[in-house]
């Protein structure tokens, strides 16, 4: 059986087919001691003795362990901002990723406020199709907001796979929305069953402050972290949980970079909010202190937003939330400038473009500061770096779990391998690394992607083009299965009562536009004979005599099993 | 003495006062002594004191004598689309006095769009006129330009305001955006006022409102419907934020809901210079009177932010206060009768907004805090009147028992109790709030301006009497850290060499196509090339000579930045 088997597959490459035997597999819930067989990219069969065609290509993992390969949830290849473009391109950008064991990446298509939603994201398409090396999905920013827009999201969710799109609280009048605008989007991709993603800062105040900033006359990098502080960040998150909670729409904040950020989060979810957090590779790994650095291309290097905080405590704190759960997905937010594009904020640091390096350091950096500290075991570091996005954008099982059937993307982790991060050994192509001298413990030692070994022995082998775009479904279970529950509840139902048929008072019907020194030139001394006064004195009342409230018998209502009232909506997010 | 007594016989009785045998109550410690009063003011306080003959004397028998309550939030005589609200200046007072409350500060609410201190002006007249106790004036900031500053600043340094309230509510017409709110916080704070803020989104209210007329709920509860309690904690947080970026002193008023007295307890605890205002409707009674099937008695509950469902709401923001993390009290007091609230009677956006409160704020405090322990006879002086007189700059002539003091004085009796109704209390408003509720404790003397008022459960006020006083700017009680976290916060910038690398070429404005600079091929880019050719500004990465955080320690601001101000915990 097998040899006849092994004999059609003959013409085949045989790197189609792979074998690892004696591997220690690690999902999120458990790990296990298994072979795997994979072919044509999709994992066949999983267990002991397994029965494989002859002359299949075989790796031994000698019991290391052998884990989903990671997912990147937030890379920004090739953005375009101001005529520039990201230094690292699909190509450059998901060859880094590989080479860090990360075998997907989701980027951001940023239309342009006033470009179709369609020939953005098309554009992005026809960039990643030519030159990714891996898998590919893309979220969709929403940088203005009208009617046509949501016929574009609508139609991206039901002909594109697309499922989540990000709105921006900051960019003050470039890609800034108004919460009245957000409670719409948010409305609207909840009735798309999409994940509404957030920038998190407070546009105005950042706005405010850099000016300020700029008067004083701080140019250089560090007014970028002065102008953005902490507080703006957990400001923005805490008004994004709220109109998401109105709106009964799950939430996902991009770029968790500071402590206030990460505990708001952490709050919200304790209260029943669906909402995740992403903390990304910088946040984890590095702090905001130099932006002070002397040497002004490296403090530029630094420039991202939400920026890196001067707390040097933060990155500890923040793998402490990744670990407990509070936080739930990491992405690299990868989208760095070479030194010369920087520089066109030189004078001015509101000028320089924003973003960092991260998508090759991100699963060393996580192991590293997480599970050689103790913080979290190996089932849950797959758990952040791969199965949980997996869930959250409806790509599980088939990306995020070692499971027959699923995409043979895998990564042989080594957990003992040292390495330090540098700028002249990194597969970027800008000058400076974020992570320069960091000594990282675990690294991968195989990547598969596709079925096909892409790192082995320290040698990359990507294929430019070999990526596919993973359409994504609506309505992800993980996310939505709450939310369904909720809107289910969350009917409110109006109080019926008879036609109120006493007095009205007159009023003037354009009230906005009545001065008070108009109406108050009347003379107050004869307020107290208004006819509403005399319709008290006349002992006339509604509803028996005033009196009548005390024995107005049920202040609150007999069935206590009303749907939302007494208690409200506010009842729907209490769930603890 | 006797010839003191003699010289002064002229001069009517009533200007001079003794009360024997009471037990004086301050915020910091209470004593029994004797209080000697002439002219409005306290002249002398202690035992056997030597006073002209003739005074009028009252035994207060161990009793306690507090310093008159300060009701910090009023909206009396307020005008509303043509009308105005059922009590004006004289019913109003009149019923603060009668619940204790010898000072009010009442809101001036200009329509956007015109002139500050006109509407001042016309608040002035209308309550220099008609009140019958002491009062002080905040101005609302309703619309913001370059007039509205010069406005602000005469109406700080010439006509006694100090505090000025911005609304993140009310869409389109009072509504501020954050950018303002920032422009005004930051104004004020070099000025030495204090920003109050009426904390709710907006935004969103205006959505939820639209969503539940849509649904067909046109009654009272679409109004707390559509202002659920986060939106009101959402908007405190950013007004808190807002207000630590500007360095400048913020007072919620109206904190309606748990989690608003959350955040700001929170904030405090950070750091924040941030003052709560509770008002007697949210310490006293909850939102379940939204679904009453009497349509008239569930708008008269319609308030903005509006009175949480949650019934537990009243009993914690009472321990709160308590605890210190809300600071003052006020009423709201913005009465409209059942016609008026009936203007919105077939859509809950058009009720006009406004509970009653001013005469029963000192006693409910004291039933639902003083007689359960959660708080003692100090610290409701404290809550009632010694911090609002700190706050507004006008402590120690108002808010406490001293020599030199007003003579706003109130004598307790803890152990009266009576229950509220409409059917006796002083407002015109054919609605109470608190109907039916049994409070212990009362007024049993209340001296304003230092003649008697209240005696034997009789009033006796006089229109016109009541006086306005000025509130210098840069109150200590807010200021003091305001100033100190100033001298702090100077912003330093980073010296470098001149940066003389190449730099991209890039266009200024965002609005290219991503599509149109995109399509160059980014391996093409002349940064590459640089990059491959070993280039690289100030030598090469790794060895960098300055250590990874500046040396000097002792930097005023970075590293940990601006957080640091509010971070002294």
């Not at chain 1, 203005?144 to 139609?155: A, F, L, N, R, S």
Request: glycine share 8%; proline share 6%.
């Amino acid at each position: 059986m097998s040899g006849y088997q092994g004999k059609k597959n003959i013409p085949r490459i045989t790197s189609d087919r792979l074998l690892i035997k004696g591997a220690k597999i690690v999902n999120d819930d458990q790990s296990f001691y298994a072979d795997i067989y994979m072919e044509d990219g999709v994992i066949k069969q999983i267990g002991e003795n397994l029965i494989v065609p002859g002359g299949v290509k075989t790796i031994d993992a000698h019991g290391r362990m052998l884990l989903p390969g990671g997912i990147d949830v937030h890379t920004r290849f090739q953005m375009p901002d101001r005529g520039m473009t990201a230094a690292d391109d699909f190509y450059q950008g998901t060859k880094a990723a590989l080479a860090g064991g990360t075998t997907m990446i989701i980027d951001h298509v940023v239309p342009e406020p006033g470009v179709s939603l369609m020939s953005a994201f098309e554009q992005w398409r026809e960039w990643a199709d030519g030159k990714s090396c891996c898998d590919y999905s893309l979220h969709v920013d929403i940088t203005e907001w009208h009617k046509g827009i949501q016929e574009e999201m609508e139609t991206l969710v039901k002909d594109h796979g697309v499922n989540s799109f990000l709105v921006y609280l900051a960019y003050k009048d470039i890609f800034q929305l108004t919460d009245a605008q957000v409670y719409e989007v948010f409305s609207v991709i909840r009735d798309l069953g999409a994940i509404a993603q957030v920038h998190a800062e407070n546009g105005d105040i950042v706005a405010e402050e850099q000016r300020r900033i700029l008067e004083q006359g701080i140019t250089g990098p560090e007014g970028h972290v002065l102008s953005h502080p902490e507080e703006v960040e957990a400001e923005a998150v805490n008004r994004a949980v709220t109109v998401a909670n109105q709106t009964n729409c799950p939430l996902y904040v991009t770029k968790v970079m500071s402590k206030s950020a990460a505990d708001v989060i952490a709050q919200a979810r304790k209260k029943g909010t669906v909402v995740y957090g992403e903390p990304i590779t910088a946040s984890l790994g590095t702090d905001g202190s130099h932006y002070w650095s002397k040497n002004w291309a490296k403090a530029a290097a630094f420039v991202t937003s939400p920026p890196l905080s001067p707390d040097p405590a933060t990155p500890d704190y923040l793998n402490s939330l990744l670990s407990c759960g509070d936080l739930q997905v990491t992405g690299s937010a990868h989208c760095p400038f070479n030194t010369a594009q920087r520089a066109v904020g030189k004078d001015d640091f509101t000028l320089i473009p924003e973003g960092v390096n991260g998508t090759e350091e991100r699963m060393s950096i996580i192991w590293d500061k997480c599970v050689v500290t103790g913080k979290m075991d190996e089932n849950q570091f797959v758990a952040v770096t791969s199965t949980n996005a997996a869930k959250i954008f409806n790509l599980y099982p088939r990306k995020g779990r070692i499971a027959v059937g699923s995409d043979a993307d895998l990564v042989l982790w080594d957990p003992d391998v040292t390495k330090i991060i540098s700028a002249k050994s990194h597969n970027s192509t800008v000058e400076y690394n974020i992570f320069e001298g960091l000594e990282v413990r675990g690294g991968p030692l195989v990547v598969i992607s596709q079925g096909k070994i892409v790192l082995e022995e320290g040698t990359l082998h990507a294929t430019e083009g070999s990526g596919r775009f993973v359409a994504r479904k609506p309505f992800p279970d993980y996310v939505y299965k709450r939310i369904k529950a909720r809107s289910r509840l969350a009917e409110l139902r109006g109080v019926p009562r008879g036609l109120y048929d006493g007095p009205v008072c007159e009023v003037s019907v354009t009230p906005k536009t009545m001065t008070p020194v108009s109406s108050a030139k009347t003379s107050p001394a004869k307020q107290p004979s208004q006819p509403v006064r005399n319709l008290h004195q006349s002992g006339f009342s509604l509803s028996g005599h005033t009196g009548a409230q005390i024995d107005d018998n049920v202040p609150r209502r007999n069935t206590q099993r009303i749907v939302a009232p007494p208690g409200g909506r506010a009842n729907i997010t209490s769930l603890g | 003495m006797s010839y003191q007594g003699k010289k002064n016989i002229p001069k009517i009785t009533s200007d001079r006062l003794l009360i024997k045998g009471g037990r004086i109550v301050n915020d910091d410690q209470s004593f029994h002594a004797d209080i000697y009063m002439e002219d409005g003011l306290i002249k002398q306080i202690g035992d056997n004191l030597i006073v002209p003959g003739g005074v009028k004397t009252i035994e207060a028998n161990g009793k306690m004598v507090i310093p008159g309550g300060i009701d910090i939030h009023t909206h009396f005589q307020m005008p509303y689309r043509g009308t105005t609200t059922v009590d004006d200046f004289a019913q109003g007072s009149k019923a603060a006095l009668a619940g204790g409350t010898t000072m009010i500060v009442d809101h001036v609410i200009p329509e956007p769009g015109s002139s500050l201190l006109e509407a001042y002006d016309q608040w002035r007249q209308w309550a220099d006129e008609k009140a019958c106790c002491d009062y002080s004036l905040h101005v609302d900031v309703t619309h913001w330009d370059d007039s509205v500053k010069q406005e602000l600043d005469n109406l700080i340094k010439e006509k006694g305001v100090n505090s000025f309230q911005v609304y993140m509510a009310y869409k389109d017409y009072y509504q501020m955006s954050n950018s303002e709110l920032y422009e005004v916080f930051t104004f004020l704070a070099e000025r030495g006022g204090i920003a109050q803020i009426h904390a709710e989104n907006g935004e969103i209210i205006a959505k939820e409102q639209g969503r539940m007329l849509q649904m067909g709920i046109t009654g009272p509860e679409g109004h707390v419907l559509s202002r659920p309690e986060e939106l009101e904690a959402e908007a405190v947080f950013r007004a808190v934020t807002i207000a630590s970026q500007t360095n400048c002193p913020l007072y919620v008023t109206r904190v309606m809901s748990k989690s608003a007295a959350d955040i700001i307890s929170q904030a405090r605890k950070k750091g924040n210079v941030v003052f709560g205002e509770p008002i007697t409707a949210s310490l006293g009674t909850d939102g379940t009177h939204y679904w009453s099937k009497n349509w008239a008695k569930a708008a008269s509950f319609v308030t903005s932010p509006p009175l949480s469902p949650d019934p537990t709401t009243p009993d914690y923001l009472n321990t709160l206060l308590a605890s210190g993390d809300l600071s003052v009290t006020g009423s709201a007091h913005c009465t409209f009768s059942v016609a008026q609230k009936a203007i919105g009677k077939d859509d809950f956006t058009q009720i006009p907004e406004g509970v009653n409160g001013v005469e029963e704020r000192m006693v409910l405090i004291w039933d639902k805090a003083v007689t359960t322990g959660k708080m003692d006879e100090n610290m409701f002086v404290a809550v009632t009147s010694t911090n609002a007189a700190k706050i507004l700059n006008l402590y120690p002539r108002k808010g406490r028992i001293a020599v030199g003091s007003d003579a706003d004085l109130v004598i307790w009796d803890t152990d009266a109790v009576r229950t509220i109704t409409a059917k006796t209390h002083n407002s015109a408003a054919e609605y109470n709030v608190f109907e039916g509720m049994e409070l212990r404790g009362a007024p049993l003397v209340v001296i304003c301006q230092g003649k008697i008022v209240l005696e034997d459960g009789n009033l006796h006020v006089t229109c016109g009497v009541g006086r306005f006083i000025p509130c210098p700017p840069f109150p200590d009680f807010a200021y003091k850290r305001i100033k100190a976290r100033k001298q702090l916060a100077v912003l330093r910038a980073v010296p470098r060499g001149m940066y003389d690398g190449p730099v991209s070429e890039f266009s200024m404005s965002r609005g290219g196509t991503p599509s149109a600079s995109a399509r160059t091929s980014p391996t093409k880019q002349p940064v590459r090339n640089l990059h491959q050719s070993g280039f690289s500004l100030a030598g090469p990465p790794t060895p960098e000579d300055a250590p990874i955080r500046p040396p000097g320690r002792r930097i005023v601001v970075p590293p940990g930045g601006r957080s640091n101000i509010t971070s002294l915990s």
